[in-house]
Every structure is written in C-alpha cells, then in structure tokens.
C-alpha cells in the first residue's frame, strides 16, 4: 500500500471525525484570526494523527461538548496538516509551549487554559471529558 494514500485516510477521517462532532476547521491563518478574535468563549482543538489524539483527544472533544455548559464556539486546527493554520493559533497560546493534541480555552479572543498533550496522554477519553467539562463549568454560560 502506498504510504502517502494512507495517510491521507488517517487524516482526513481525523478531520471527518472532530467536524463531524461540531468543530469548525479553520485551515489558515486568515481564518484562525477571525475565529479567535471572537467574543465569547472559544474552545479550539488542535488535531493530530498521533494515538492519543485518535483515542482520547477526538472522542473527548466529541463527548465535552454534550453539557449544560459549553463554549460559543467550537474550532480546530490541524497539527502536521494546515501548519500555517497551526502556527497561527498558538500565536494566540502565549505562555503555553507547542502541544499535539491538545485544547486551548479562550474568552474573548484571550487565552484562559489549555489542556495539553500531558493531560491527554495516559488518560481515558472520559477523564479528559471532564477536564474540559471543569473548564466549561468555571467559564461559560448555560446554554
């Protein structure tokens, strides 16, 4: 099998699976700046094709987001993919290092927290969820 077509599966049903969930794909730097300029609260996924993104970063960003609290907006970028996308929105996660997956939570176009690789890897989807949700519980607004 050629390598390159299978990546090219891996990615796009990882793009498939957090757009599918209610997230906005934000492919360049253009678009990042709109999104993340947004008043409100902005919860911006950063997708990779590693595992712990597949098994617990995709299915947690799914899984969050079905709370009595829950961001205004719903976003992702994709690390390896759409780097200049990427690039840009960790412009935007000043004090936070490069990190794939990983959730950044903004309010009003300023960084709050992020859930990084560290918080994500080891952990079960379900522990993630709740990270996130803590956030949402602390951040937003009912819906």
């Known amino acids: 099998m050629d390598f390159n077509i299978y990546m090219n599966d891996v990615v796009n049903q990882a793009r498939n ?71 840009r929105a960790r412009q935007h996660f000043v004090g936070y290092p490069p990190s794939s997956p990983s959730f950044a939570f903004l309010k009003d176009g300023e960084i709050v927290t992020m859930v990084e690789r560290h918080d994500i890897e080891g952990f079960e989807p379900m522990e993630v969820v709740g990270k996130l949700q803590n956030i949402f519980e602390e951040h937003c607004e009912e819906i």
Do not use: W
């Open 17 to 87: 699976e957090i757009s599918q969930a209610g997230y906005k794909e934000l492919t360049t730097p253009e678009e990042v700046d709109e999104a993340l300029k947004q008043k409100g609260t902005t919860l911006v996924m950063i997708n990779s094709v590693c595992g712990c993104a597949g098994g617990v970063a995709r299915p947690a960003a799914a899984h969050s987001i079905h709370y009595d609290k829950r961001p205004d907006n719903l976003v992702t970028v994709f690390a390896g993919q759409d780097k200049e996308a990427t690039e």
